[in-house]
């Protein structure tokens, strides 16, 4: 199931987003758990061996942090004071937020490490917090999850586009096992997303309203949900990389002329005077304690 | 491409790779990349860096760190069969700093150290706190220059995550500290499809100052990078070892900005288990250290592509293992989960004494009593010559134990040490309760007199190459043992509101009665002898008649 | 006069045995041999460890881990193993090591004394109450005169009392285990009886003493003056000896704030294992109010014309609600019940507290075993257990004092409950 995560997470690095500006949150270790057969690799699935683990994933949350409390936190801002930058979601009102959550759910919650749950209405809470205090223009609502569509029911915050991989009353079931690790590694809906946007390059002209329509009833057997009377645009004029891709335009310049940069500053640092430095013996010697 | 000659710069980066085969069907492969920077650290404010990360820059100068050694582990080392490694680290996360003499408030900056460090390795090093550190006396001195006479141990900070897991993520974070990060050098070789499928894998960063020059009026920052591995022939397949399949490629070129970039490949079990090397070597070095000769084959990094291969002669020997001079384990005795013990065993196999440090951080909800520390040496209950014991307090501050010994010749000795299995509110157990509560290892630290089976870098030395002919006094060797996992005793986290309903019930058990007998008086009244089922029954009736008898009244009347 | 009155009832009633000197030495003998087997044996370790019998207050390995810190220079107070206050440490330590008696036989000594004191205490509260039974006489009306006691109750009531102390296994238990409720115990017999006997400064000096023990005992002070008099300096000595006050928190704030949630018979552990976080204040408030000070006022008003009564009730009360309980405290007043042998023909739930006592007594180690042990049953069936035990205790001490009631109405009023020829019932309104 940690392919479920890393699957759209190496689909938006593809497509340009950073890892600056992704965080991740893992509870589990499956890539270097001691039962996994090919250690540091999640494969995005048995046929085609794309290791989506890669060689440049970075976990921001992992193991025990993952809790209701920390992904509330991270949501609104309110982190402790000394929390590093990677585990921050600096983002503004300019800033359009993709927020992904797998897992298991049911109806009005998802849950977290088998002890504790978040409800329908603290995720909502969680998104107005967002919007009183400008912390996003807009937000595309992913949940692969059982019942998933119960998640983004009570929202009621503008500029919300939400879709469940199920309807409230419905499971969200797996799309194949890998025998040699055995268990699931992908779910239906995550793996035909994944599939699309592994059609899509940095410079589509594919839009959302294609991507919410990614999973039929007949292959995902289970009904996709979708919300957009909180969103303001109509998703089928909205680009696809609005929320998957970062696209940085770059200038080349041949012409360069650097300044040396003018310091006004006499003032320098005092030069360092020479102490006498040692090297300390790193183990007491016995006779001086007796 | 422009290259730019910075011949002002003041810093200097080296990266080597070790191949040494050992005794067991086992490879130590090490990386050491090693950054000196000619700064002062003292004044440094890290705004202007070259080669030097800036990123661990800024949270050294921040929390005005003198020493940093991070390091985060997966398996565990075998001292017995493996020898010592060049540098040891304990399974799971090892963090221990010194701060500067002018630090207010050590607690803060190390628990904001511990913060950072967790942003920028992507560890749950956040978790490091004042309840699982502790300020060791005896066991991690400086490794760097000081300046004062005295060492005020209250600036030290030693902490331990045993159940970290080291992965890929905390890989990329690491590589992208080093100058030429992943792209060029020896550091391309780590691909973590490779390298985490190891029976031991470690990563580490140890930062410090250290004289400039012989002189040592003046000091510098250093900066030393390592990966260990230790393969395992029966999962590569093979004996024959080579870059693609310990690494999945070889080697395209050394990092420009590295001062040298060599290969030393141990050849000094050549003798007993004969290898080839192809290519060959560009040169053989001969390494006297503390009495032991070895060999070394040194392949400087060629600017185009190379790798190396080893072909097995098949000519074995049957080999014997001298186990080292020192090494330890720990577990834990006892059954059911009411009390038990702690036991670590350190074998001394040196024909002479051995005075080692036992420092043991044991969590603070593993209480464990002083009275009950016993050192049996080859049976017989010895004293130890010196114990530093600062008793922790539940949810403050952990068990601090500092055991100096001194160990006979050939001596196996057992330090244990009972403890009360203590049970904590529900919310403080993990999501996972029943996998168990981890101890982390203890470090044996001493000074060995032979350098057999060491490779350690000598203290004022940073690269493989200063190792060689590095004789010394002693060899400072800090065993780690094993982790260990106990089952706290859980209660039943279905629970809560049902034992508040049933306490509060018992308390209102003896409030009524004692309400009653307080504050009313006993009177006689008379018996009401029915009960109310049979006054039920009366008044049903009575109503019955009643209505009854109005009807025929009514009827009557008609 | 007192003596005279009481051989003639003895006359009166040659068919009522009374005990004689020898018989109750012989009891003495049994009682502490008993103990000296068991301390002794290899059975000492099991009963010793056994949580009932040992809680963190009064386990003898903390007190030895707090000696042993303290010969090393270490303050035992800056962990937080030890909860014994200064004083006591040092009583402790002048017992063990200054005058090299071995630990055992000093709890042996201590807990045969508690015996000696209960005896007298009974001996004493007997003759008050014979006392006031004579002063009184006039006012019984005249068919309850059959309830009044006799000669031979006033004697063989203190040799029951011992008898209860000597053989109750939770005494037995209790001494065996090393648990320092043994001193605890004797300090409070001591008060007990220098409080009977009339002695203020013995009682309030005693008393200070059982409450730098522990803190529950402030409730029944005696003497305001002298007692705070004794505390403060007893204070003071506390913090000289320890070199600074960390020890009140270590104490104190120990039972007031319960850290420790190792499983015992009382209520505490469970209701603050599964507590939440930001309601914890709040009821450890409410519980040791509740464990304290709730009851004393309005018992005391109550019962004002029997101190004694008063005193057991809530030592009574004390023992089932205070944060850190073992079987010391619940032997100890159950072995003053033998004094109140004229209220049993009221007590209406003996059978019922008797069995609830035995069954619980036998199934709480059980269940300890298999939850500790044997990982297979949890938490709640002990949990369960010591819910069961409470609640019996809660009966006892109820119906006691109901029983006291009825007696003194019956004592006024007669025997007979009727209302103009019509059957009455006694109820309380």
């Known amino acids: 199931m940690v392919t479920q995560i890393i699957g759209p997470c190496w689909s938006v690095k593809r497509l340009g987003i950073p890892d600056s500006q992704i965080i991740l949150m893992i509870a589990d270790d499956m890539a270097c758990n001691p039962r996994n057969p090919r250690p540091a690799t999640v494969f995005n699935n048995a046929n085609q061996h794309i290791n989506v683990y890669g060689d440049d994933v970075e976990v921001d949350y992992r193991g025990y942090e993952v809790t209701v409390e920390n992904f509330v936190r991270l949501l609104t801002g309110r982190l402790p004071p000394g929390t590093p930058r990677s585990k921050q979601l600096l983002t503004d009102e300019g800033s359009n937020v993709l927020i992904y959550l797998t897992g298991h759910g049911g109806d009005g919650f998802l849950k977290f490490q088998d002890s504790e749950e978040i409800t329908s209405q603290e995720m909502a809470d969680a998104l107005e917090q967002m919007w009183q205090k400008q912390r996003y223009h807009e937000i595309f609502f992913m949940i692969d999850t059982c019942q998933a569509a119960s998640m983004y029911e009570r929202f009621y915050s503008p500029n919300i586009l939400a879709v469940g991989s199920s309807l409230v009353g419905e499971d969200s079931l797996s799309h194949h096992v890998d025998p040699a690790i055995g268990v699931y590694i992908i779910d239906r809906y995550t793996y035909y997303a994944l599939e699309f946007l592994e059609n899509v390059d940095p410079h589509t002209k594919k839009t959302m309203g294609e991507f919410l329509n990614v999973c039929p009833k007949r292959v995902c057997i289970s009904t996709v949900g979708v919300r957009t009377n909180l969103f303001r645009r109509n998703p089928h004029q909205v680009p696809i990389t609005d929320f998957f891709g970062s696209v940085r335009p770059v200038e080349l310049i041949s012409n360069v002329t650097v300044q040396p940069l003018v310091t006004n500053k006499t003032q320098k640092k005092a030069p360092a005077l020479p102490k006498k430095y040692r090297y300390v013996p790193p183990l007491v010697d016995f006779k001086y304690l007796v | 491409m422009p290259w730019f000659i910075l011949t002002s710069k003041s810093d200097r980066f080296s990266e080597e790779l070790l191949i040494k085969p050992l005794y067991s069907d086992h490879l130590y492969v090490h990386f050491q990349f090693a950054t000196k920077w000619d700064t002062n650290p003292d004044q440094e404010s890290f705004r202007h860096t070259h080669i030097f990360p800036r990123a661990l820059g800024e949270i050294i100068e921040r929390y005005n760190v003198q020493e940093l050694h991070v390091s985060l582990a997966g398996g565990l080392w075998r001292y017995e069969t493996w020898g010592y490694p060049i540098l040891d680290a304990a399974p799971g996360a090892e963090v221990w700093a010194w701060f500067k003499a002018d630090t207010e408030d050590v607690d803060k900056n190390w628990k904001e150290l511990a913060s950072s460090l967790s942003g920028l390795l992507c560890a749950s090093l956040n978790f490091i706190n004042v309840d699982n550190s502790v300020n060791p006396e005896y066991t991690f001195k400086p490794r760097g220059v000081v300046s004062d006479q005295k060492i005020n141990s209250t600036y030290v900070r030693y902490a331990s995550l045993p159940r970290e897991i080291v992965c890929t993520e905390n890989l990329t974070p690491w590589k992208k500290l080093l100058p030429c990060e992943s792209k ?375 | 006069m007192p003596a005279e009155k009481s051989e003639k009832y003895v006359e009166n009633r040659p068919e009522q045995r009374c005990y004689k000197t020898g018989t109750i030495l012989l009891m003495y003998t049994v009682g502490a041999s008993i103990r000296y087997w068991l301390i002794f044996s290899r059975y000492q370790s099991i009963i010793g460890n ?31 193993l030890l909860h014994e206050a200064p004083v006591t440490m040092l009583l402790y330590r002048t017992l063990t090591q200054s005058l090299k008696l071995p630990v055992e036989i000093t709890f042996l000594i201590f807990d045969i004394g508690t015996a000696v004191l209960l005896y007298f205490i009974a001996r004493r509260y007997m003759f008050q109450l014979f006392v006031q039974q004579e002063e009184s006489k006039e006012e019984y009306s005249e068919d309850s005169k059959e309830f009044l006691l006799a000669g031979p109750d006033f004697l063989n009531s203190p040799v029951f009392v011992a008898a209860a102390f000597l053989f109750n296994p939770y005494m037995v238990f209790n001494c065996v285990g090393l648990s320092t409720t043994v001193f605890h115990n004797f300090f409070l017999a001591l008060f007990l009886c220098s409080m009977l006997y009339g002695s203020i400064l013995l009682s309030t000096v005693s008393l200070a003493f059982c409450t730098m023990m522990s803190l529950s005992k402030i409730r029944a002070f005696v003497t305001v003056g002298v007692f705070i ?22 104490v104190y704030g120990f039972i007031l704030t319960v850290p420790d949630l190792q499983p015992n018979i009382g209520l505490f552990w469970y209701f603050f294992t599964e507590m939440f976080d930001h309601f914890r204040d709040l009821f450890i408030c409410s519980f040791q109010i509740n464990a304290t000070i709730l009851y004393l006022i309005p018992l005391s008003i109550k019962f004002r014309n029997d101190p004694f009564l008063l005193t057991t009730a809530v030592l009574f009360l004390i023992s089932v609600f205070k944060s850190y309980p073992c079987l010391g405290d619940v ?68 119906d006691i004092l109901f029983a006291y009631l009825k007696r003194e109405f019956c004592l006024k009023n007669g025997k007979d409950r009727k209302i103009d020829g019509k059957d009455a019932l006694l109820i309380l309104e």
């Open chain 2, 184 to 558: 060029s050098g020896l550091a391309s070789l780590l691909n973590s499809g490779y390298i985490h499928n190891v029976r031991y894998h470690s990563i580490a960063i140890h930062m410090r100052p250290v004289c400039r020059d012989d002189a040592c009026e003046f000091t510098s920052l250093e900066l030393q990078q390592s990966v260990s591995l230790v393969y395992d022939y029966l999962i590569m397949g093979t004996k024959n070892w080579s870059f693609r399949k310990l690494f999945g490629q070889g080697l395209m070129g050394p990092c420009p900005l590295s001062e040298n970039s060599v290969i030393f490949v141990d050849t000094t079990s050549n003798v007993s288990v004969p290898f080839q090397l192809i290519p060959s070597p560009d040169d053989y070095i001969t390494s006297v250290r503390g009495g032991h000769v070895s060999t070394f084959a040194k392949y400087n990094v060629k600017p185009y592509a190379m790798s190396i291969n080893a072909n097995y002669l098949g000519k074995e020997s049957v080999l014997l293992n001298s186990p080292p001079s020192l090494h330890a384990n720990q577990y834990i005795t006892g059954y059911g989960q009411e009390r038990g013990g702690i036991v670590t065993k350190i074998y001394n196999n040196h024909w002479g004494a051995l005075e080692v440090v036992v420092l043991q951080n044991i969590p603070w909800y593993v209480p464990i009593y002083l009275h009950t520390l016993k050192i049996d040496v080859n049976g017989v209950r010895v004293e130890p010559v010196g114990i530093h014991y600062i008793p922790g307090r539940q949810r403050q501050r952990p068990y601090h134990l500092e055991i100096l010994l001194k160990l006979p010749p050939r001596s196996v000795a057992s330090v244990s040490i009972d403890f009360d299995y203590v049970f904590l509110k529900w919310q403080e157990y993990p999501p996972d309760a029943n996998h168990g509560f981890y101890i982390g290892s203890a470090v044996i630290s001493a000074n060995l007199p032979l350098a057999r089976n060491f490779t350690g870098l000598p203290q004022d030395g940073a690269t493989i190459a200063d190792s060689f002919n590095a004789s010394r006094r002693g060899y400072l060797v800090q065993v780690r043992t094993e982790n260990m996992v106990i089952t706290l005793p859980t209660p039943d986290f279905s629970m809560p509101y049902n034992v508040i309903c049933l306490a509060c019930t018992v308390v209102a058990l003896a409030f009524g009665p004692l309400h009653n007998i307080t504050t009313k008086r006993l009177v006689l009244t008379v018996k009401d002898n029915e009960k109310l089922i049979v006054k039920i029954k009366n008044r049903i009736v009575k109503a019955w008649t009643e209505r009854n008898s109005g009807s025929d009244v009514n009827q009557s009347v008609q």
């Open chain 3, 331 to 398: 032997g100890f007043v159950l072995s003053l019940l033998p004094c109140f042998i004229h209220l049993f023909n009221y007590s209406q739930q003996g059978f019922l507290v008797g069995v609830i006592f035995l069954i619980t007594t036998a199934l709480g180690p059980i269940l300890w075993h298999l939850w500790i042990y044997s990982n297979s049953a949890n938490a709640n069936f002990y949990f369960g257990v010591t819910l069961a035990f409470a609640i019996a205790q809660i009966f006892l001490v109820t």
């Open chain 3, 229 to 250: 008099l004794v505390m403060v300096s007893l204070k003071y000595i506390s913090t000289v000896l320890s070199n600074g006050d960390a020890f009140i928190k270590n």
């Open chain 3, 50 to 80: 056994h949580i009932e019998v040992s809680t963190p207050l009064n386990s003898w390995k903390r007190v030895s881990e707090g000696l042993y810190l303290q010969s090393k220079g270490i303050n035992p107070y800056e962990g937080d």
